[in-house]
Every structure is written in structure tokens, then in C-alpha cells.
């Protein structure tokens, strides 16, 4: 059984960092693509970055430059740098566990998820 947990959330000024962390058991976690979403009150559960087995990242517009997402395949676990944050950043963070299933495809885990609060 997959499991996937987060940590790493809490009350930041803006302009300050963060650090998620996102640790997973049950699964070869190195074969895996491995993301963090955000979703703000009433909006939408959206990308923030991704980063995939061969280390290719992905970055939401709104993450370029402030964020970087990391893995260490060692600990199974996947870092969400967050830098300058400001207070639009504020919402639930998600870990998503894209799974390899070979020629199947891939299988989605998703985290429960760890608020962040950027005060203004």
C-alpha cells in the first residue's frame, strides 16, 4: 500500500521561505514522477512543480524563480523549496506520486496535504 506524506507547512511572513518535504512508502520511489500542488480556498487544486525519475522538472509560471523542487531518491522523499514567498501563495500543498506501472501506465497517490499561510 502507497503512502504519502507531507510536512514542512506552516505561517510565514511574506518574503520568506519554506521547505515541504514529502516521503513515501510502498513503492519504488525512484521510478516515479513526483509532484507538489497548491489549491487556494474555493479555487482549483493546481500544478506547482514536478520533477520526474530522470530529474526533468517542471514549474508552474507562477514558481519560476522562487521555487525548486528536489528529490533524494535515497530517502524516498521529494523537497518543495519555497523562497520569496508572498501571501498569494497561501494554500493546501499537495504531494502527488505519479507511480510507473511499465506498459500500464502510471497510478496516482496523492498526500493529505500541509497548509502554508504567507502573512502580509
Known sequence: QVQVVESGGGLVQAGGSLRLSCTTSGTIFERNTMGWYRQAPEKQRELVASITSGWRTNYADS????????????QNTVYLQMNSLKPEDTADYF???????????????????TQVTVSS
Open 63 to 74: 514558481a519560476k524563480g522562487r521555487f525548486a523542487i528536489s528529490r533524494d531518491n535515497a
Open 95 to 113: 504531494c502527488k506520486v505519479e507511480e510507473y506501472q511499465g506498459r500500464y501506465g502510471t497510478l496516482d497517490y496523492w498526500g493529505q496535504g
